[in-house]
């Protein structure tokens, strides 16, 4: 494969040796950043930059938590003034404080340069119609794009989450080269097509640039075949500053991370003991470039591993991680197994006639526990596909589901990421 064309080559495909010694310099122009706050010094006693002499000394410093973000809110852990500030994104979970990301002016042109970055990894230019799919709000993901577009200049369509008719008609109409979206948004749209008889070959499509939610190579395949489009795993979380960390590239050979500026680890979850290039664990990020919300060895709760630190194919040198293969937390325990959702979700599209929709339900049954997965299946597909699943699923897991094969739209559609597994059980 020929290099490819890059936003800041020179970089994009720096050597090892001094993109490391840049990266050390930057953990040290991030520790003096943080430690001139009270609250941070508090965190890290004793510690000074200049103790920092090789990218492995970063071990040394204590893990940052999502726990501790949220005991922050709204800016105990910011470090620009609230003058300083010129904008602020937020995360809500289930439970808590939201986590409040603070960006100053030099933050938000950090974004840009960084979404420009993905943008021409994923092959898209000056002269691409962008339609951005994601909301514009509070969430990153609008604004992420938004900014990327502006940067690369490129037209924009901002439409922002929802009205899926609409996203069809003027995608069409204004000729929209790359759709960027939540990963299971496109299924929404193949969707409305069908549904309203939209002829999805009237597209000019050409790229999809997907991320925010676990999605899995198998629904990866569905999504390029049925918009007929090259897809890109783009990664990034608010606390981050959102959309931007990192991209995979036509190479397809993990997710390249803008080194210069995030520092990421992989650990191991039970230990925190960084793991071996290769072996799964959960990623730790440090950012090395942002102000508002420095983060030091912050724990992601995402899954992953390093693929390599050589140089790719498409000539770029920063590390390359494997697509995310879901968090920490969404690992479900039933009776005594551990799985991922994405292993089922594995399973389940290796059959024809099998849709994308499925949801999986632990509930109580009589004292014990019960797993039933409801999977929509196009019409005329073969009943005993089900059999078939659940033989696969006990090989594979060890698990003995109820498998459910309902019609087109039975399973209820989440507003934003996909919903896939409903626990009932009641907590202990
Ligand atoms: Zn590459």
New binding site residues.
């Given amino acids: 494969m020929a290099v ?1 064309a890059m936003w800041q080559p020179e970089l994009e495909s720096l050597d090892r040796a001094p993109l490391e010694r840049l990266v050390v310099e930057r953990m040290r122009a991030t520790l003096a950043r943080v430690l001139a706050e009270p609250a941070w010094a508090r965190r890290l006693p004793g510690v000074r930059p200049e103790d920092i002499a090789w990218v492995e000394d970063w071990r040394t410093l204590p893990f940052l938590t999502k726990e501790e973000l949220r005991d922050a809110y709204p800016y105990g852990l910011a470090c620009a003034r609230p003058a300083g500030y010129r904008r602020i994104q937020m995360s809500s979970g289930t439970t808590g404080n939201p986590i409040l990301n603070p960006y100053t002016a030099s933050d938000v042109a950090q974004w840009a340069e960084v979404m420009a970055r993905c943008y021409v ?1 994923a092959g898209v230019g000056p002269t691409d119609v962008i339609q951005i799919t994601p909301s514009f709000g509070l969430f990153t993901g609008g604004f992420g794009f938004h900014y990327g577009a502006e940067r690369l200049g490129a037209m924009v369509i901002p439409m922002g989450a929802g009205r899926t008719g609409l996203q069809l008609r003027l995608m069409r109409d204004l000729k929209a080269t790359v759709v960027t979206a939540i990963a299971t948004y496109p299924l929404r749209l193949i969707e409305a097509a069908r549904e309203e008889r939209f002829d999805l070959g009237s597209l000019s499509l050409r790229v999809g640039i997907l991320g925010s939610e676990m999605w899995s190579d198998e629904l990866r395949a569905r999504i390029e075949r049925e918009l007929d489009i090259r897809t890109f795993d783009i990664i990034g979380m608010t606390e981050s500053g959102g959309p931007g960390l990192g991209i ?4 397809r ?2 997710v ?1 991370v803008w080194e210069d500026h995030y520092y990421p680890e992989i650990v191991d979850p039970a230990t925190g003991a960084v793991v071996p290039d290769g072996t799964e664990g959960e990623l730790v990020i440090s950012t090395l470039t942002r102000e508002g919300l420095p983060l030091i060895r912050y724990r992601t709760h995402d899954l992953t591993r390093v693929v390599s630190r050589g140089r ?5 040198t920063s590390l ?1 991680l494997d697509r995310l293969r879901g968090r920490v937390d969404d690992m479900v325990i039933y009776k005594g197994i551990n799985f991922y959702p994405r292993q089922i979700e594995t399973t389940l599209l290796r059959h024809a006639g099998v849709s994308h929709e499925y949801q999986v339900v632990i509930d109580t049954d009589g004292g014990g526990e019960r797993m039933t997965i409801h999977v929509e299946t196009d019409p005329g597909c073969d009943p005993a596909v089900g059999a078939r699943i659940r033989r696969e699923l006990h090989d594979a897991l060890a698990l003995s589901p109820e498998v459910r094969l309902c019609a087109h739209g039975a399973i209820e559609r989440a507003q934003g990421k996909a919903v896939r597994v409903v626990d009932r059980r009641p907590r202990q």
């Fill in positions: 490819s990894t995979d590239c036509a190479a050979a993990g390249h790719c194919d498409c000539g770029r390359r």
